[in-house]
Nanobody, 126 residues
Framework: QVQLVESGGGLVQAGGSLRLSCATS????????MGWFRQAPGKERESVAA????????RYSDSVKGRFTISGDNAKNTVYLQMNSLKPEDTAVYYC???????????????????WGQGTQVTVSS
């Protein structure tokens, strides 16, 4: 059974940084794609970043490009989201997701992902 557990959220001032982690168990990263998504209060969940494990390719939403970096540690079965230059509009619950059915393509579409974590809260104060 695949499980995803996010951690690293918290309260930070605008301009600060946080690193989110998503520990995965139950299956190895081989041939997977992992994504980060977020949902702000009163808004729909949106994509943030994704990584395809086979080639290490990454994709980012326009709103975080240049500020966030997705990466992973195969030995630890953990994917990270380094968030720099945080803005109040980055405040949201952040979710990680995984799929093994997309041929390791780093999709930003939520519908492509089969497994989801419980989320971790990120709050950016102005």
């Amino acid at each position: 059974q695949v499980q995803l557990v996010e951690s690293g959220g918290g309260l930070v001032q605008a301009g600060g940084s946080l690193r989110l982690s998503c520990a995965t168990s139950g299956r190895t990263f081989s041939n997977s794609a992992m994504g980060w998504f977020r949902q702000a209060p009163g808004k729909e969940r949106e994509s943030v970043a994704a990584i395809g494990w086979r080639a290490g390719s990454t994709r980012y939403s326009d709103s975080v490009k240049g500020r966030f970096t997705i990466s992973g540690d195969n030995a630890k079965n953990t994917v990270y989201l380094q968030m720099n230059s945080l803005k109040p509009e980055d405040t949201a619950v952040y979710y990680c997701a995984a799929t093994w059915s997309a041929r390791s393509y780093p999709s930003l579409l939520q519908s492509q992902y089969d497994y989801w974590g419980q989320g971790t809260q990120v709050t950016v104060s102005s």
